[in-house]
């Protein structure tokens, strides 16, 4: 097996026949395999999946019975993945999964101890000034060129994912992917994704500026953490 791609499910069964849809031609590609993490979903997404996964070659799903964040539900999916190369992108279709075809070209000119991410574009005016404010900071705290941080998809080697030590279970756990493949001095590529409306539901966490908040304390957190490992 090639490449893995994790997709975590948070009640997300509005959405699944289109993402499904939309994973047909990864599923078909030879060596590729398409996980879908039912992230301990209260909705109908376990009998959405069951139904529907037969018909769609190399995608298979996971099931999480108790939600413990979305970095769980990704850790969850690579740890079950039989890549050599792997990802993840979100279920919500605002990204598309096939970016990761893009990815593994340049995986292909580049060699697999490469991490790689998309650079978003076609975003709110208000969420790219967000994004950006928050790059720049996360850039000086820890001394590390980090831009658009939470950019899908994200991919990276098997032996660069077991290097890492403790990941966060939370929306940092993209922050602690990127950083950890500046730190290690891994070749870092981005490639430009379009970032479109959610065909289905509302964010989780990206619903108001009370929201925008309570994820940058988070952060803002783990990132001080990171800076302490950092100085230590």
């Known amino acids: 097996m090639r490449f893995s791609l994790v997709i975590p499910c948070y009640n997300e069964a509005a959405n699944l026949p289109l993402l499904l849809e939309r994973c047909k031609a990864l599923g078909a590609t030879p ?13 109908s997404t376990p009998g959405v999946l069951e139904a529907l ?3 769609y070659q190399g995608c298979r799903s996971i099931r999480v019975e108790q939600n413990q964040g979305y970095g769980f539900g990704i850790l969850s999916g690579l740890r079950a993945a039989q890549g050599q190369m792997l990802g993840w992108t ?6 598309d999964p096939q970016d990761a075809l893009r990815g593994l070209d ?39 060129p980090l831009w658009d941080i939470n950019a899908q998809p994200t991919m990276f080697s098997r032996r660069f ?12 756990l993209d922050l602690y992917a990127y950083y950890q493949a500046r730190q290690c001095k891994q070749m870092v590529h981005r490639f430009p994704v379009r970032f479109g409306e959610r065909a289905h539901g509302v964010s989780h966490w990206n619903v108001n500026w009370a ?8 952060t803002i957190d783990f990132s ?3 800076r302490k490992s950092l100085n230590s």
């Open 53 to 55: 996964l037969p018909a």
């Open 31 to 43: 060596g590729v395999e398409v996980i879908l993490v039912d992230n301990g979903s209260t909705d």
């Open 161 to 172: 994912f077991e290097t890492w030590e403790a990941p966060p279970h939370d929306f940092s």
């Open 90 to 95: 979100h279920a919500d279709m605002q990204t």
């Open 211 to 218: 929201a925008k908040r309570k994820f940058i304390a988070r």
């Open 224 to 226: 001080l953490q990171l």
């Open 106 to 144: 340049l995986v292909s000119r580049h060699g697999e101890e490469v991490f790689i991410k998309g650079r978003r574009y076609g975003r709110p005016l208000a969420d790219t000034l967000f994004t950006t404010g928050m790059s720049i900071f996360e850039t000086l705290l820890l001394r590390k």
